[in-house]
């Protein structure tokens, strides 16, 4: 699973309009939010970092909320843009969720396990468990 890492409002416009999850690794704005929505159709999660998280505006949740995409924290740990402009969530980390469903591990603790495991954010554990793909 890849995440798209956007640095700065510029390249908003520039994504391509089939990405579903993208972190967006500056402080947007509500005009940020709505261009990124209308230019990213099929969006589902916007991860941002804990301390830009806490700034979104209410009308801003309630809109993402009506679009039916979901706002999350957290991190890209140790992600380089220079590099790659995807995170790639390592294919170790969804065969392990599946392997643990596949066993019948309770759904809240294979979230605090590869949350810990991965430092993936336990939300987004969470929405990589509930992808139709994942099952």
Known sequence: ?????VSTRNEILSLNPNEKVVHLAFRPSNKDVFL???TCPKLEVI???KSYRRTVSRAIEMFLEIQKVELLE???WGHRKDINEYFIIPSSVI???RSMKAQGTPAERIVEKIAQESKLDPKMVSYIMSRKDLE
């Open 95 to 97: 065969s392990k969720i």
């Open 1 to 5: 699973m890849k995440i798209r890492v």
């Open 47 to 49: 991860q941002l970092p």
């Open 74 to 76: 957290g991190d890209v």
């Open 36 to 38: 990124l929505v209308e």
